[in-house]
């Protein structure tokens, strides 16, 4: 049984930074990819990063940069430079090797998602 368990995030004033963890269990080894994903007031929901099993990374652009998504036995996500955009709450997916090629990863049905984390930047 998959588990997903964040910790981290809080208020920060803008230039601050903060950092996100998500404890998984449940996979072999790194037999999975992990993103994370972020949800706004008024916003669309947003991947911000991505790492594949191997250790490929990609962001999107506005946090370029700025974040850094890493693993070990967890899921981390470094946040530096932050900014009143950044404000929203953060979540960690996780899905099985097989499905990180999907086009429509990480809105599988079979991915894992951790509870959330706020994250709340000040000006």
């Excluded at 996780?94 to 079979?110: E, F, I, L, V």
């Amino acid at each position: 049984q998959v588990q997903l368990a964040e910790a981290g995030g809080g208020s920060v004033q803008a230039g601050g930074s903060l950092r996100l963890s998500c404890a998984v269990s449940g996979y072999t080894g790194n037999s999975y990819c992990a993103a994370w994903v972020r949800r706004a007031p008024g916003k669309e929901r947003e991947e911000v990063a991505r790492i594949s099993p191997t250790g490929t990374r990609i962001y999107t652009d506005s946090v370029k940069g700025r974040f850094t998504i890493s693993r070990d036995n967890a899921v981390h996500l470094q946040m530096n430079g932050l900014t009143p955009e950044d404000t929203a709450m953060y979540y960690c997916a996780t899905a099985q090797w097989w499905d990180c090629g999907s086009s429509s990863w990480p809105d599988n049905p079979t991915t894992y998602w951790g509870q959330g984390a706020q994250v709340t930047v000040s000006s």
